[in-house]
């Protein structure tokens, strides 16, 4: 009965124009769905069984994974990184970097790098490397600290779920409504900021949960001037919604949170962004754009 409510609702949903969000119970900034705890993306599948196949199919899901075979007989041959007892491994476009136990049993971030573009192991990192839940697991995990699931899972955008799923009309932190662009920017900024500091001086923003501004945990040069290289879209993007006039729903006008595409940015109107990547008012590409993981070359 409650899975045929949820096929009905999301029907609706399709159907619905833009803007229709604002209908929907918009969440309270004040009050996050602290209360509640996490249960893991596996418990939305009956009730939401399209988007959670979306999500199961893209890089969110499975960006911190167990090792594939293939990586291990690679790892088996790699310069520095051969006979270490490899347990996780993080990335799956361009880069994978493996994360194994020192002597004390402390899981670190080894000094070496698969590059799956040129098929070759990159040198990146020291010895000892960083202690994976001090510096890369939030991002790469959800509600790390402890973590609860491997991977960007549901929760991590829609805030633990127990009473979302204990009641299914109960949906705090879980709506993106058009009116508050700037929750939305807080969700994807959390990860896809670069160089922000929690105030316990960490490279992610502890404590921060969606349904809440990120500035409230996060210390970043909101004003400042972005003057590296590559394709920084994500990080401009969220800072001209955060700290700037925008008022756009940023990330979602050209991608699908759940499949990550970004097929429909084309038809997009022209605007200062789409600079970032093209040559002004054309379709050709920029050189030298290149994806930015805030922290992961440590
Ligand atoms: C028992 C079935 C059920 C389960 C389990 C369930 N949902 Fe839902 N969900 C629903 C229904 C029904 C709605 C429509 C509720 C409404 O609008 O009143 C909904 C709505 C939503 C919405 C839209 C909220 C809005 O107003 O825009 C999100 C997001 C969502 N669910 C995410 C999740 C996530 C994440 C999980 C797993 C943690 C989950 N759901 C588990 C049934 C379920
Ligand atoms: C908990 C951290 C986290 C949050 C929150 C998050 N992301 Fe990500 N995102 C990642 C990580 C990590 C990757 C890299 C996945 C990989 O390749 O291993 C990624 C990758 C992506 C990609 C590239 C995937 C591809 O196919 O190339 C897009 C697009 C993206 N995220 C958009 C978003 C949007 C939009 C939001 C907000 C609705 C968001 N992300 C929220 C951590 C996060
Ligand atoms: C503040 C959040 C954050 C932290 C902390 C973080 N990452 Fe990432 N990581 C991301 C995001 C976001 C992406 C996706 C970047 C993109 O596609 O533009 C990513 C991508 C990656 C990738 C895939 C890059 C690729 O090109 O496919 C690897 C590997 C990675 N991170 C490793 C690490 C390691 C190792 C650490 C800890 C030393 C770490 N990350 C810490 C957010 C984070
Ligand atoms: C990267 C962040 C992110 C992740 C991970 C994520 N969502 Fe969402 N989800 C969003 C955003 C943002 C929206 C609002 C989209 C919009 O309004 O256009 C949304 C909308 C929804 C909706 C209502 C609209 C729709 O598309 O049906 C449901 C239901 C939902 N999510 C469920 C889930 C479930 C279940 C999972 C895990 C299997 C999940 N989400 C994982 C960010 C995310
Ligand atoms: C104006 C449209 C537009 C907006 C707005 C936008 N993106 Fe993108 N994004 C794109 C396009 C197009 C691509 C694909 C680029 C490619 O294939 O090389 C992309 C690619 C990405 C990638 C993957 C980079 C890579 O090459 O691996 C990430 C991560 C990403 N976007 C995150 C975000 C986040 C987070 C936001 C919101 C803060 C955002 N984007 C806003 C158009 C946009
Ligand atoms: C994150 C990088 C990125 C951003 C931002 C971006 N684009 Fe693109 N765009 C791409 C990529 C990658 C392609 C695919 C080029 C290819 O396949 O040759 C593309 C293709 C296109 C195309 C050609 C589509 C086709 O079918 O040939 C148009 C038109 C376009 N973009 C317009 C825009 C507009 C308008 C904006 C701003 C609203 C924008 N882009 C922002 C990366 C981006």
């Not at 699931?149 to 705090?172: I, L, M, N, Q, R």
Request: proline share 8%; with cysteine; hydrophobic share 35%.
């Amino acid at each position: 009965m409650v899975v045929l409510l949820a096929v009905v609702w999301l029907g609706w949903l399709a159907a619905a124009p833009a803007g229709a969000e604002t209908a929907s119970p918009a969440p309270s900034a004040a009050a996050p769905a602290s209360a509640a705890t996490y249960v893991g993306s596996q418990r939305c599948q009956p009730c939401h069984p399209g988007v959670f196949q979306a999500w199961k199919d893209a890089p969110h899901s499975h960006t911190l994974h167990a090792p594939s075979d293939a990586d291990r007989s690679r790892l088996a041959e790699s310069l520095r990184c051969a006979d270490r007892p490899v347990r996780l491994a993080i990335g799956v476009k361009r880069h994978v970097r493996f994360v194994a136990p020192d002597e004390s049993g402390v899981d670190r971030v080894l000094p070496c790098r698969w590059n799956r573009a040129s098929d070759s192991w990159d040198l990146v990192g020291a010895e000892p490397g960083p202690v994976f839940v001090d510096t890369c697991a939030w991002c790469h995990q959800t509600g790390a600290k402890p973590a609860k699931e491997d991977g960007v899972g549901c929760e991590a955008c829609h805030g633990p779920g127990s009473a979302h799923v204990a009641d299914p009309e109960h949906v705090d932190s879980f709506a993106f409504p058009a009116s508050k662009p700037e929750l939305a920017a807080s969700v994807c900024g959390a990860c896809h900021l670069q160089g922000g500091l929690s105030k316990d001086g960490l490279s992610f923003p502890d404590g921060f949960l969606p349904g809440t501004d990120l500035r409230e945990v996060f210390e970043y040069d909101w004003g400042g001037l972005d003057s590296a290289q590559g394709d920084h879209h994500a990080q401009r993007e969220i800072r001209t919604v955060l700290a700037g006039p925008s008022k756009r729903r940023v990330c979602l006008d050209c991608h699908d949170p759940h499949r990550q595409t970004a097929t429909a940015h084309a038809s997009q109107p022209q605007g200062p962004l789409c600079g970032e990547c093209h040559v002004s008012g054309s379709a050709e590409l920029r050189s030298g754009r290149e994806a930015v993981c805030p922290v992961c070359e440590l």
